[in-house]
């Protein structure tokens, strides 16, 4: 049983950056593979960044390599999503989702927080 909360959002200029954190409150946080997703305004939510249990294999998508990066401090019970070199295409709402390894969806996820990058 994992319970999310992600925070870091706001209001940044284009070409800002924004550090989100996503803090469990799980005992096996460590056990689960924790990733971001996104959902911007008349759009499905997307796929931003996941990475496994232990932090060694990351999955990111095209439209964020080299401007995010997702890290994880399991002893913190967070994970995190720096973001760089936002773009107003950026804006969004950000969530947190974690699964089990050997899980074939994400099970749990946070509430969201807004990213709102302006031109």
């Known amino acids: 049983q994992v319970q999310l909360v992600e925070s870091g959002g706001g209001l940044v200029q284009a070409g800002g950056s924004l550090r989100l954190s996503c803090a469990a409150s799980?005992?096996?946080?460590?056990?689960?593979?924790m990733a971001w997703f996104r959902q911007a305004p008349g759009k499905e939510r997307e796929f931003v960044a996941s990475i496994s249990a232990s932090g060694s294999n990351i999955v990111q998508a095209d439209s964020v390599k080299g401007r995010f990066t997702i890290s994880r401090d399991n002893a913190k019970n967070t994970v995190y999503l720096q973001m760089n070199s936002l773009k107003p295409e950026d804006t969004a709402v950000y969530y947190c989702a974690a699964r089990n390894v050997v899980s074939a969806r994400y099970q749990y996820w946070g509430q969201g927080t807004q990213v709102t990058v302006s031109s």
């Open positions: 799980g005992r096996t946080f460590s056990s689960y593979r």
